[in-house]
């Protein structure tokens, strides 16, 4: 099973994007997607940024991935 995490773009350079997720930074590449503007969060799966999805969903998508690893732990 594959997973894409939301993460928040912190930084842009051309089509490199910086994001970040709970104080954990990774580098994607943004050239699937139209646009991308700082401050806006995109599902990273395997350094690439899939999509953007809106600030709520996102803070969603993490509330539960964090509870499940709480879980897990």
């Not at 997720?21 to 646009?35: E, I």
């Amino acid at each position: 099973m594959c997973l894409a995490i939301p993460m928040k773009v912190i930084a842009l350079d051309g089509m490199l994007a910086t994001a970040e997720v709970d104080g954990v930074t990774r580098q994607a590449r943004v050239d699937l997607l139209d646009q991308v503007a700082l401050g806006d969060y995109v599902l990273v799966h395997a350094g690439l940024a899939i999509a953007r999805v809106d600030a709520e969903d996102a803070e969603e998508t993490l509330k539960l991935l964090r509870e499940l690893a709480n879980e897990i732990q």
